[in-house]
């Protein structure tokens, strides 16, 4: 023995030492003659109603984690759990089989040593008297062993005439009798063992016989169930359960041969004569065990398997004729009412214990998404059709139409707009039945690239976004009219915008897990779920106006090129408009530059045509023409090279054009203010603006207040210029004439004006 072994030895005898001497001790306190058991009992039991509860909730909790732990262990050992079990029934009948041959071998023998020991007594001893063999041959035999010379014969009748009740009672009385013979010893111990062998022997004539009326397919309803029981009873358990299993199976196999799908037949009517043939088999199966063999774990567990293997089978049988062809179609809509009808039959189970519904629905989700991958590309490839021949121009839904049928839905859209509008809607009438297999988020997401897809077409069809936009994904190659006029450009964001707010979020909540029905009574309810609706969708939607905001960026960043550059180039917003005007100027008329005019005109053409196309969401239409006016200012704001010149030269900024600039700034907060599409960004940057010109004027050494008049008086030439632009006639107002933007106004003389305004 080692040294640490020795070490170890020695330090656990101290300890058991130590333990004995402390138990020892701790026994003392009975031992005492004044020991009083109530006292000591109530001392180790003072526990408080606080530390009681305390106490029940930890054993609940352990309560609670063994039967997790116990689930989490049967789950992981499921598949080996049910193969032992079957293990073990098979075992238990070929235990049961060795047994009666060890019984069988045991008489054979105790029969052969008795027989021995006779004989060696007649060698050993002297005959009997003549008279006492003859009493001997005289002997009648008793009604035990008449009776176990007819047993054989009787069986024989029973089994032939197929009277098993009859033969399992006869087979119970003669064990029974065989039994009581053996340990009262009143037969014959040959007479003994062949009445036995008999038993075995036609026991198993017997199972054989209902084995084989169980396999054949005329073996039905009480008949089966009457074999299957009689099995049950011979004490062969496991196989009775399997040709129960079988016989329903060979049966619907059967039933099959008449099924003969072909190509052309309707997948719908193929799915629903084979759901009847194989669900209906595995109901009456599982009713049959039930009645049998009660719910034994061993049992349940072998039908569960078998429906499912069944229930495989004929999902790979759905899928090869009737889902196949739909899904690689895209028939969407044929391929959701082979799923639906699939599944109704297949629930019909769960009342019986067996739900097995989740492996139909994993094994149709590949056809399934291969169908909605089919249908949204079908969406997107015939929208692109039309949007290479649509005119851009807005009109109602065709009559006819499912879209058309309610005056709710009478939104004007452009025909590429409309037809996707409308597969939209088909869709998702379609994949209603599809909701149980959880495909929601996989159908929102597929949507939204396809509407991205048909968002970059209307980008594409924006003058000069032709190579930008080529590379957005999902508009490939596609040919798209060009939306040449301001009303067509502004028509492909109605478009889009009417898609992405009410159309298709309207179609979508149709796959929403909101039951809208339930709602009807309660306005305040229903309202609350309306605003906290499906996180997934609120995302979604959030996406489809972010795609919209790219048509929106590129439409308003095309058109603020348009007014600030010429076609050769050349800017019509630059520093030298100016930092010209002083010297060179006799008379001036104040009015704002060409070019804020000419976004003013742009804008009210704008407003105007948005009115008429955007009725109902005029919000949309302000923001639109915010992010334009927005667009301008920033490009002005952000152009280094405009500010280099102002604040570096070639010359310096004068007063006169301090003051239109000023004018030109002023003119634009005025329009915008009164168009009610004033944002607080737009505010904020044009007064970053003015007060860079006007730092830029106060480095050449002159204070800008003193050459810029009132505010008033800019306003009074912007309210002025407004009304002439907008083709308003002119106010006759005398105090007004001398501000008019036809009024020559001089250095000298704005300084008089700022003068006779501060009195």
Known sequence: MSAAAKTARSRAAAAAENGGAKIEEGLNLFKSDKFDADVYVKSKCSLNEKEIRQLCSYLLDLKRASAEEMRKSVYANYAAFIRTSKEISDLEGELSSIRNLL????????????????????????FASKNDLLNLENKEPSD?????????????????????DEALTALDEGEH??????????????????LENTIIDRRQKLADQLAEAACQPSTRGAELRAAISALKKLGDGPRAHSLLLNAHYQRYQYSMQSLRPSSTSYGGAYTAALSQLVFSAIAQAACDSLAIFGKETAYTSELVMWAT???EAFAHLVKRHALASSAAAGGLRAAAECVQIALGHCSLLEARGLALCPVLIKLFRPS???????????????TAAMAAADDWVLTYPPMGTRQASSMALQHRLTTSAHRFNLMVQDFFEDVGPLLSMQLGGKMLEGLFQVFNSYVSMLIKALPGSMEEEANFEGSGNKIVRMAENEAQQIALL??????????????????????????KDDPRRRHSDRQNRNPEQREWKRRLVISVDRLKDTFCRQHALDLIFTEDGDSHLNADMYLNMDGNVDELEWFPSL???????????????????????????TLLLMRLTETVILWLSEDQSFWDDIEEGPKPLGPLGLQQFYLDMKFVICFASQGHYLSRNLHRVVNEIISKAMAAFAATGMDPNSVLPEDDWFNDICQEAIDRLSGKPKAMNGDRELNSPTASVSAQSISSVRSHSSS
Do not use: C
């Not at 035990?144 to 009277?163: G, Q």
């Not at 998404?369 to 490839?381: G, P, S, V, Y």
């Not at 009417?498 to 897990?513: F, G, I, N």
């Open 368 to 382: 399934v998404e291969q169908a909605l991958d089919a249908n949204l590309k079908r969406i997107e490839e015939s």
């Open 177 to 194: 009798l065989a039994a009581e013979a053996k340990q009262t010893k009143t037969l014959d111990p040959a007479m003994l063992i062949s």
């Open 595 to 621: 070019i804020f005019q000419e976004l003013y005109a742009k804008l009210n053409r704008m407003a105007s045509i948005a009115a008429d196309m955007f009725v109902g969401r005029q919000r949309f239409a």
């Open 309 to 311: 293997r069944q229930t």
């Open 144 to 164: 035990l062993e008449k009776w176990s010379v007819e047993f054989p014969d009787l069986l024989d009748v029973l089994l032939a005439e197929r009277r098993i």
């Open 103 to 126: 019984s069988t071998q045991a008489t054979l023998i105790h029969g052969l040593a008795e027989g021995v020991h006779i004989d060696s007594l007649k060698g050993s001893e002297s």
């Open 494 to 519: 109605a478009n889009a915008s009417l898609l992405a707010d009410e159309l298709l979020p309207r179609a979508a909540m149709k796959v929403s897990p909101l039951n809208q029905a339930n709602y």
